[in-house]
């Protein structure tokens, strides 16, 4: 992304995460006099030790110069995760430390190894992604549960575009929203990472004037790189699935995301599972 691109985007997420924090969790008076949720920007330049003037310049997205122990004060004083302060720095310093790849480089590969995990996994839908969200690997579960991405063109399996576009995909997870947020976490560390790949702002733009949803949701999106959480999906023939998703990073130079859903041990997800696999 272009050094404007870059500061509004870090001036976003400095709101964004402004809102998130209540005066009594930092130990302020909450005041009657507050119009938006949050603290107010003077608050967070006194919890982080630095001028109102610099914050509010930080903030507002002004090219500024910014140091690594000062911005440290400052995802201190915003309370930031792990990786929502790797995601501030990115964006601060342009340190997202990973370099774009080249225009028609090949990303799509997997190895044979990956191959075989993938195949070991027959209960567990799995999906492999790269950094972009395409689908580039996945088992014979996760075309059961989610759908046959084998018929979708290779050019067009991006998970974060069939999240908007796939009737199958909105119709499985019981709240749809909370499960794309999920891949917008994601989305947006990767985001964040490879700050010097213009791909990603030629997609977002794409991606907001052809939904309406997609700028709201990506707007209220969260930063994470590896969350786990309890999935509930609605299938249109085995019913009610419960799944706990593991997302794990593929080493290696094509950055590659390993997403393994397996069945809750307390349901009867396996079996329906199993029966699904059965009859077709």
Known sequence: MNQQTRLQALSAFLKQQRSKISPEAVGLAAGTRRRTPGLRREEVAQLAGVSTTWYTWLEQGRDIRVSASVLDCVASALQLS??????????????????????????????????????????????????????????????????????????????????????????????????????LAIFRAYYGQYVEDDWYERFLEEMKTAHPDFERLWRQS?????PEVLIEFRHA????????????????????????????????????????????
């Open 222 to 226: 969260d930063v994470k790189s590896a």
């Open 82 to 183: 792990v990786d929502e302060r790797k995601y501030l720095f990115a964006l601060a310093l342009e340190t997202g430390g990973q370099t774009a790849p080249k225009e028609g480089q090949a990303q799509h590969e997997i190895s044979p190894s990956l191959k075989r995990i993938l195949q070991e996994l027959r209960n567990c839908p799995t999906i492999i992604t790269d950094r972009r969200y395409d689908i580039v690997g996945w088992n014979e579960a996760a075309a059961h549960v989610f759908l046959d991405f084998e018929r979708i063109p290779a050019d067009q399996r991006n998970m974060i575009r069939m999240l908007f576009t796939r009737k199958e995909l909105q119709r499985l997870a019981v709240n749809w929203e909370h499960f794309t947020s999920g891949f």
């Open 237 to 280: 023939k085995a019913g009610k699935m419960l799944f706990h998703l593991t997302s794990l990073q593929v080493q290696g130079s094509a950055d590659l995301r390993c997403s393994i859903y397996t069945p809750a041990p307390e349901s009867s997800t396996e079996f329906k599972l199993r029966q699904l696999m059965e009859k077709q």
